[in-house]
């Protein structure tokens, strides 16, 4: 995939003549993007989901979990984008130049699979938020789903960019609802940093994997490399995109953090046991107030849209650049058959199953979070051997500290995953 938008360096605002410390933020600005927009839209319905989930069965006992994975996050994401600006092709691509064909082909396959169940899952997010405020999913669902195809087939990177950085600034609507229920902060304060081993369970070993799962997907380690490939991102400006990754990975612990605050100060303080993300939004009415509800439900929408866009965008980049097929929201359909055409197949398929009648979909919701979290292990090896390939990465390498961390990550991930199939196959306690 090429960028179809030239290099920053040669963009009229870099050439201006601006005081310097104003240049830096323009130029800042105009690279933000990717990374903020990669790490919120974790915040997806399944995440949503998952985060209510949380909150209302343990409360604020797992929100020091919330730290770590912040940081994981940011070193993947950092890691994916350095790839990208550096050797200019996207991660399936390199997968596929490195690794083979093969290994790029059943790799896409379960990615495939694991991100048509995502797409469900949002959908789902988007018919139960519009049933909140009254509005069918036969309604709901499929104008949704014509706007999403509408912007991509319609638009271009940029225009499709700045709808995504739309989407992000309404998930204040939940640092906004955290702030109307008023919960224990100093509580708050010290579950977020300091773990609390005593009270952890087998039970919360899923809700772990999942948090995990949902905050460092498989397909955003994709999306966010191909995004500053076709953004035009270059080495000059490789500090500003690690800024960018900075932001958008904190600006998502916090919704995340607002998310369980919101479940944790109202529905498990008074026992209120829930099946889906519209259950959480529906029950923080008498327990919070209408606002607080209205905002949650308000959330659930933007990010079901959110998601339900993006990452049948996502699977679409890293299926053609894995298949060596030409890729790109700039180009044609007839440049580009088969980016387009996977991408309507997931809309068509992940709204079309929603519309089925009496489709439950609460548990593909958390279960395709716990997926996501026993892919990422896989796909971040393929991250950690690419970024110390000399060859892909010049002097860009990572430092043998940036090693150690990133292994240290995908051991504790495999070890929470295993934990998780220990618990549910080989223990009485059925943890899903």
Not at 83 to 91: H, N, Q, R, T
Not at 261 to 271: M, P
Not at 295 to 305: D, E, K, P, Q
Request: hydrophobic share 55%.
């Amino acid at each position: 995939m090429t960028s179809c938008h030239g290099s920053w360096e040669n963009s009229l605002i870099t050439r201006a003549r601006y005081p310097k410390f104003l240049k830096k933020i323009i130029i800042l600005l105009g690279i933000v993007g990717p990374g903020l927009i990669t790490a919120n839209i974790d915040n997806d319905a399944g995440g949503i989901a998952t985060y209510s989930l949380a909150g209302s069965q343990t409360g604020y006992r797992l929100l020091w979990v919330l730290l770590p994975i912040t940081i994981a996050l940011i070193m993947v994401q950092e890691m994916s984008a350095r790839m990208g600006i550096v050797s200019g092709k996207g991660l399936a691509d390199l997968i596929r130049e490195r690794f083979g064909l093969k290994i790029t082909f059943y790799s896409l396959i379960f990615l495939v699979i694991a991100d048509l169940g995502n797409t469900m899952a949002e959908f789902a997010g988007i018919a139960a938020a519009g049933e909140i405020f009254g509005i069918s999913k036969y309604l709901s669902v499929p104008l949704c789903a014509l706007f999403v195809w509408l912007l991509v087939f319609k638009g271009n990177y940029k225009i499709v960019e700045r709808v995504f950085l739309a989407g992000c600034s309404v998930y204040l609507c939940y640092i906004v609802s955290g702030f109307l229920i008023q919960p224990d902060w100093a509580l708050v304060a010290k579950s977020v940093l300091i773990p609390d081993f005593q009270g952890f369970s087998g039970k919360d070993m899923p809700i772990v994997v999942g948090l995990i799962g949902t905050s460092i997907t498989p397909w955003m380690q994709f999306y966010i490399q191909s995004a500053v490939v076709e953004k035009g991102i270059t080495i000059k400006h490789l500090s500003h995109s690690k800024i960018d990754v900075i932001v958008g990975c904190f600006f998502m612990f916090l919704v995340t953090l607002f998310i369980i605050i919101c479940c944790a100060a109202t529905l498990h303080q008074s026992g209120v046991v829930i099946s889906s993300a519209k259950e959480a939004a529906m029950a923080l009415a008498p327990l919070a107030g209408q606002y607080s509800s209205i905002l949650f439900a308000v959330g659930l929408f933007n990010a079901s849209i959110f998601a339900a866009a993006l990452l049948p965008l996502a699977t679409s980049y890293y299926v053609c650049e894995g298949m060596g097929w030409e890729s790109g929201v700039d180009k044609t359909f007839k440049e580009a058959p088969n980016f387009f055409l996977i991408f309507t197949g997931l809309i068509v398929l992940g709204g079309g199953v929603i519309l089925l009648p009496g489709i439950n979909l609460f548990q593909t919701l958390i279960w395709s979070q716990v997926i996501n979290g026993i892919l990422i292990p896989i796909i971040l090896i393929f991250i950690i051997k690419l970024c110390n390939d000399p060859d892909v990465m010049g002097e860009y390498t990572n430092t043998p500290l940036y090693n150690f961390i990133s292994y240290g990550i995908v051991f504790l991930m495999v070890f929470a995953n295993l934990a998780l199939l220990y618990y549910q196959f080989f223990t009485e306690l059925k943890v899903l």
